[in-house]
């Protein structure tokens, strides 16, 4: 099973998540964050890691240009589209970053969002459902009624966000597996500060992962 934490700033402490497991690490280049990072930052901390972990900026409402040149500047694997881009947008993208993953967001308000993934599903390489929230775009800490989980049965691989935790990842997971699900993401659930990652919950965390047995 995939797991992806996001909003790393720190390089020591992306190489420790990276050791501890994490197949993906995600950076937060929405400006307007407090788990912003810059290219810069972020291509310090990418050149340090394992070459077969995922290198994923998480992007919001921004010109395909912006996400071109971030994700040069910064050697990313992938990008995570976490705003209100559309179908034909992906499929720009794609056109300028053939070979990068794109990851599609949905921030799950209601059963009908859940509807809007099979327009995203045959376009990116990943979806990615996380919590609605009114006022912030992501890392709310807020989790989705996972009953709705139950009919989800995209045509591409999903990872579940939002408000994830050691404590309740076993009960999460229990309600996503089914269909294409491959992995998780978490950021605030792992933190002792925004973008200040709390390495005793991460290694808690894959201790939890570890009674799985499909994990890895
Ligand atoms: O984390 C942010 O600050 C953020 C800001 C703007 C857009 C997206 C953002 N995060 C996206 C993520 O992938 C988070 O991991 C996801 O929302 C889950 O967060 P959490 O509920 O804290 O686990």
Known sequence: MRVKICGI????QGIAIARLGAQALGFICVPASPRYVSPETIRLIVEQLPKNVDRIG???NTTIENICQVAAESNLSGVQLHG???????????EFLPGIEIIKALRVKTPETLATAAVYAVR???LLLDA???????????????MMLSE????CPWLLAGGLTPDNILNAIDSAIGYNFSGVDLSSGVEIAPGDKDLTKVAQLFAKLSQLANHR
């Open 124 to 126: 990116v390489d990943t």
């Open 152 to 155: 989800f049965r995209p045509q």
């Open 84 to 94: 209100n881009e559309t179908a034909e947008y992906c499929d720009r993208l794609r």
């Open 58 to 60: 998480v992007f919001a």
């Open 132 to 146: 609605y929230h009114p006022e912030q775009l992501g890392g709310t800490g807020k989790t989705i009624d996972w």
């Open 9 to 12: 700033t720190k390089l020591d």
